[in-house]
């Protein structure tokens, strides 16, 4: 687990590896359950007849619930105090390059590929590298951006 303290070793991260998180398996219970909070009930991800009659060899985890893990499993990797707030700003770029079957694994790799400061506080740029157990190539690629806001930070609006 990497520990930060502060800004200055916030900004230290630039062009650091934050290292791998644990492996997380991909349940039926899961899927179904990120089917409902998000109204997305793609048969692929519910019915395994269905998604063997698409090709697939059962049912696959949504694209967008192997991303949500991300937040989950950044805090396995790293530690963040007296930096202020931080939120989760955004995607550069997002690719979904394998299907996550049911009863898979995933796990996070991830790096640190810049830091910058902004008038709204600090944006740190993450290589996110889902892998997918027993694959050579990642179920997912992300540039993730972390927005940390200290005191100083101006208020946050909603228009």
Known sequence: MVE???DDALRALAGRD???SAWHRVTQER?????EATDD????????DHARAMGLPGTIGHG???LSLGPKMLYELWTVRNVGLGL??????VRFLQPVPEGGRVRMRARVTAVTDTDAGMRVAIEQTFELEGSDRPACVADAVVLFR???AP?????
Request: aromatic share 12%; hydrophobic share 45%.
């Open 18 to 20: 934050l290292g791998v």
């Open 88 to 93: 989760n700003y955004g995607f550069e770029r």
């Open 4 to 6: 930060i303290d502060g």
């Open 31 to 35: 899927i179904a359950l990120f089917a």
């Open 64 to 66: 967008l619930f192997t």
């Open 41 to 48: 009930d793609e048969p692929i991800h519910l019915d395994g």
């Open 155 to 159: 208020p946050l609006t909603t228009t």
């Open 150 to 152: 200290g005191a100083a």
